[in-house]
């Protein structure tokens, strides 16, 4: 187990808290107290470093399939429209993390990003269906060799307030390549052509780079 890159600073900024409030009431000579605020800082400090765990995992190319691009909870299957890049319906399936679950996100798909955009927004709940439209997000469209195009969004959550995305227009990327990270609950919501066959049910639990969420009509 790894600590990830984007909390190594966090990280250390909370053992620097633990270990000067300890020290400084450990000066006191209250025993009591003492153990208090021992007992009431460290399972902070583990939860940090928890959060940002970065598993090695081995992840095995199917290029024709749509592997899991988070850890988490599928939540939503259902056509809808995409307004922002497609224009059209699409399938879409939801990945909702809760503040237990990694938070690294991984590309779901082999291809060459097309189109990447940040968006400012709302902090609503992550699991509510206007988060996919209203929250703060960032969309990435990945073109695969056949040119089938696959949409990634990575959305805010409550609690979430910076979404991190790594591969930018023009780059070619694999499903061992990581799309980012999002601090704190968020969901991750994948957009496929309609008639792609979905092989989760809702509220399956899915590990992220490991779990095939869809076969993509060029496996069948």
């Not at 990327?173 to 799309?179: A, I, N, Y």
Request: proline letters at 4%; one cysteine or more; hydrophobic letters at 45%.
């Amino acid at each position: 187990m790894r600590i990830h890159r984007e909390g190594i600073l966090v990280i250390i900024v909370a053992f620097l808290i633990w270990l000067a409030a300890n020290i400084l009431v450990g000066l006191t000579g209250e025993v009591y107290f003492r153990r208090f605020i021992f007992l009431a800082t460290t399972p902070l400090l583990i939860l940090s470093v928890r959060f940002f765990r970065h598993p090695n995992r081995t992840i095995e190319s199917k290029p024709d399939y749509v592997l899991a691009p988070a850890d988490g909870k599928i939540v939503a299957i259902e056509e809808t429209d995409e307004t922002e890049y497609f224009g059209d319906r699409r399938l879409q399936v939801s990945v909702f993390m809760s503040v237990y679950n990694v938070h690294v996100n991984w590309i779901p798909v082999p291809g060459i990003i097309k189109y990447f955009k940040h968006h400012n927004g709302r902090f609503l709940a992550a699991y509510l269906p206007k988060s996919s439209t209203d929250n703060e997000r960032a969309t990435t469209v990945i073109q695969m060799e056949d040119g089938t195009e696959i949409l990634v969004r990575q959305i805010a959550g409550a609690v979430a307030k910076r979404i991190i995305t790594y591969p930018r227009d023009n780059m070619k990327v694999t499903q061992q390549s990581e799309l980012g990270f999002i601090r704190f609950g968020s969901r991750v919501d994948v957009f496929l052509p309609i008639g792609t066959e979905v092989m989760v049910e809702l509220c399956d639990d899915v590990t992220g780079s490991q779990t095939v969420i869809a076969k993509l009509k060029s496996a069948q």
